[in-house]
């Protein structure tokens, strides 16, 4: 009677086997660390920018409703805040009226500066200051380029502000970044002879003024199409 034959592994075959699944946990466990690890550092960062961008949101969104742009070169609010003044070659402090402030009181003045690595901003005409910026973001510079602030020039208030730094919780999670933002005056702050003044677009002899298109010699009025001697009109054809 003959005996079955039985298959196996031998040891060499189990070594070997045993060699190569492990080599390839090794490599796999890494890699899936190394995403982790890149993920996480995506969401910090994320989260950091996040608090970066509504900061600088914030700033313009305040910036682009006040008036009466004052800026030095200076972290210490000094001289009159009220009195509009220009930083062609960049500053670190910028105040302003806020909304619905009243310009003759400086204790309502807003301000924004860079302290150290913060942003700091003021509401009560830089008393005192709160950071507005997370302890992860470090600003190395901050400047406000300010044009036409006075109000005897043809400019309209316009502020730019660049900011660069860095970003992160650790050595491995910090990243640079270069950012800017441009924001101009919402309300009007031109001479009296601009495109909305008396001479303007708009004024007496303007488009729709005394002696414009709908004037009272336009094409509806006294002696127009329809006027008392148009087409309608009493010696008209009608």
Avoid: W
């Amino acid at each position: 009677m003959k005996k079955s034959a039985q298959n196996g592994f031998t040891l060499i075959e189990l070594l070997v086997s045993v060699g190569v699944f492990s080599i390839v946990m090794v490599i796999g466990i890494a890699a899936l660390l190394a995403m982790v690890d890149a993920t996480r550092k995506a969401q910090t960062l994320k989260s950091v920018m996040n608090n970066l961008n509504f900061a600088l949101e914030n700033m313009s969104r305040n910036i682009r409703v006040g008036t009466h742009y004052h800026c030095q070169i200076t972290g210490t609010p000094s001289g009159d805040l009220n009195a509009s003044q220009d930083c062609t070659t960049g500053g670190i402090l910028l105040a302003f009226e806020p909304r619905n402030g009243s310009p003759s009181t400086v204790a309502d003045q807003v301000v924004y500066r860079l302290n150290g690595e913060r942003i700091e901003r003021s509401t009560d005409g830089g008393v005192t200051f709160l950071s507005i910026t997370a302890p992860e973001v470090r600003i190395q510079a901050f400047k406000f380029y300010v044009s036409g602030a006075a109000s005897t020039d043809s400019l309209q208030p316009k502020v730019l502000m660049t900011v660069s730094g860095t970003a992160g919780i650790s050595a491995k999670t910090t990243t640079n970044f270069n950012l800017q933002a441009m924001v101009s005056e919402r309300l009007l702050d031109l001479p009296e002879v601009s495109s909305y003044s008396q001479s303007g677009y708009y004024a007496q002899s303007s488009y729709y003024g005394q002696s414009s298109y709908y004037a009272q010699s336009s094409y509806y009025g006294q002696s127009s199409y329809y006027g008392q001697s148009g087409y309608y009109g009493q010696s008209g054809y009608k």
